[in-house]
């Protein structure tokens, strides 16, 4: 039957004030029933307090393919990063 | 009713209602590993979980009321069909998808309307025992009220299976209305859940479904009862029979 259904990626947010994160995909009919099975496969033992659901499908991914174009260019730039700087002794909370 | 009987009454009515929920929870447990599909497998032994946590919570007020040294796994494990009095509604077999959840969306109507009636309990314990299933049936009605609609609505094939497993349940649902002498007189004290009252807007919920689902409601000239008396279906003895296999071949057995 799951053959037929849809995939969607699941994101819970643990805490308030923290982020949502993806813990996984399920598949589902609907939206609804997607945030239902979420609800069961993924809280179980009360890890959330806040669930999205999203469908895979819509989801637009990088691909392996583009990473030397998307990344490498960055590795000569290390000016980018706060560690190339020297910072001035009386900065020491950073 | 005189303090000591009604002790024994609320004991007995303990028993029942967590009869019910054992014999249903065990039910749902057999779809593990069986669902059509993983998420569902999940999902229903969920509800089946929160099922026989609520047994163990009646169990373990009715041990608590005996002081007799029983415990839950007294009740659970230790009494024959005779002494089982759980409605018959909850122990037919499982059946195909369908008529599981049919089933399941029957007794969920019932069970939110009972339990919020019985948040209202003059007894403390089955009015908190009330208070955590309360939250878990509202959860479990929107499920199976879910697919209800899905299959009702669905293929030929659940449609038809639907509409065979609500004809086949129909008869057993009016005994979830009917109270016996115990139970009216724990209605009288303020204890117990009147049940009779619950039946108008059951019945106008599960028609607003049925109608929505595209299933016809059954003509309802059938009705089977006597679980309250301990009278059951020829599927209990199997039930406890695994159920309860481990205590009876190995007495006390712990791990």
């Not at chain 1, 945030?35 to 392996?64: F, H, K, M, P």
């Not at chain 2, 009216?184 to 619950?198: K, M, P, T, W, Y």
Request: charged share 25%; aromatic share 10%; glycine share 6%.
């Amino acid at each position: 039957m799951s053959e037929h259904m849809k995939l969607y990626e699941v994101f819970i947010r643990s805490r308030r004030g923290l982020d949502h994160k993806h813990v996984g995909s399920l598949h589902a009919e609907d939206p609804a029933q997607a945030l239902e099975y979420a609800r069961d496969v993924y809280t179980r033992r009360s890890e959330g307090v806040s669930i999205w659901v999203v469908n895979s499908s819509d989801i637009v991914a990088s691909q392996e393919g583009d990473c030397e174009s998307f990344y490498d260019p960055l590795d000569d730039k290390p000016y980018r990063h706060a560690t190339h700087y020297q910072l001035p002794d009386e900065v020491n909370n950073m | 009713m005189n303090a000591a009987n009604r002790h024994e009454a609320v004991l007995q009515y303990a028993v029942r209602l967590g009869d019910d929920a054992l014999v249903l929870g065990h039910r749902l447990s057999e779809w593990c590993s069986n669902a059509p599909f993983l998420e569902e497998d999940l999902a229903l032994t969920n509800v089946a979980l929160d099922y026989i946590g609520r047994a163990r919570m009646f169990y373990s007020y009715a041990a608590e009321l005996s002081g007799d040294g029983r415990s839950e796994d007294s009740f659970a494990y230790l009494r024959d069909c005779r002494e089982f009095t759980n409605l018959l509604l909850h122990e037919l077999p499982r059946g195909d998808f369908a008529f599981t959840m049919a089933r399941q969306y029957l007794v969920d109507e019932y069970a939110l309307a009972f339990m919020e009636a019985l948040l209202e309990s003059a007894d403390p314990q089955l009015a908190g025992i009330a208070a955590k299933a309360v939250k878990e049936s509202r959860y479990h009605l929107r499920r199976s009220r879910d697919w209800m609609l899905r299959l009702g609505d669905g293929t030929e094939e659940s449609h038809r299976r639907l509409q065979s497993a609500i004809d086949d349940l129909w008869g057993y649902t009016h005994e979830l209305f009917e109270l016996d002498e115990l139970e009216q007189e724990l209605v009288a004290a303020g204890i117990a859940v009147d049940s009779a009252a619950l039946r108008p807007a059951w019945d106008a919920a599960v028609r607003a479904t049925l109608d929505e689902a595209t299933i016809a409601v059954p003509a309802g000239d059938w009705s089977v009862r006597g679980g309250r008396q301990g009278i059951h279906t020829e599927s209990l003895g199997h039930l406890l029979s695994e159920l309860q296999f481990m205590q009876r071949a190995y007495p006390g057995l712990e791990w």
